[in-house]
């Protein structure tokens, strides 16, 4: 690996743990003004001191964050469509250019493997791993899954493999059953997303399975950024990814943190 590939890849997964915690808030992308994202700026600057790295695009890139922060980027390039439309056939929206002028970290596009559009977003893939190259950038795969897609290990196990070797540096992947066959037939480092939002209790218990089957940490929005308490969320979270904190024990500090900020909240008041 490159130098600056090298370097890429240590700010998004630390190198004193081998994990990583991303905050994905790229949602609008398709989803437009997302439950928790109206205002994007206002609800991830309480956060962002607590991910290793933040995944979005470059119009909320530009418009919502301060270009001071430290935190890694990394860049959602695909898009093209919305959830009106079909979803599969994307293409990709933001050069490499425009990645390396924004100085970021690695640059992230979906794939829609065994979609209508299977074929294009798999040489997307391809393009965007080439170009990558050139500059040392790490790309990040993201395993859509769709209506016509599955969500087993034989389905994220094929797109996850598929991803790693056309060349994806990182796969962003969900959780399942067997999730260690995932993990195992993939030789790249694996990130899962939270999916849609759950209980706190049960979104931790899926990031400890996920860690505990070999993923090197999450990608994780709406179970964080939705949560009643999401800085506590975002800690609670980070003590399982870095500290391998189990489920009950992450999910006390979340009940802590949450009550020890809203006492700080009413004593401001
Ligand atoms: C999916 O393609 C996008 O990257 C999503 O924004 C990401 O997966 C969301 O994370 P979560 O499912 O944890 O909200």
Redesign the pocket.
Known sequence: MDWGMKNRMAQIIKPDTGRALML????G???GPTSGLEAPGKTISPLIPYCDSL?LTRGILRTSIDASIPTPIVL?VSGGTSILGDLSNEGITTTIKEAVRMNVAAV?L?IFVGSEHEKETLLGLSDLINEGQEYGIPVLA?T?VGKEMGRDARYLGLASRIAAELGASIV?TYYCKDFNKVVNNCPVPIVI?????LPEKEALEMAYAAVSDGAVG???????FQSEAPVAMINAVRSVIHENAKPDKAYKLFLDLKKKNKSKKVKKK
């Open positions: 994905a808030i790229d949602h992308y398709f989803l995944m959602r992230a979906s993201v859509a962003k997303a939270g999916g849609k939002k999450v990608d994780m929005g709406r179970n964080i």
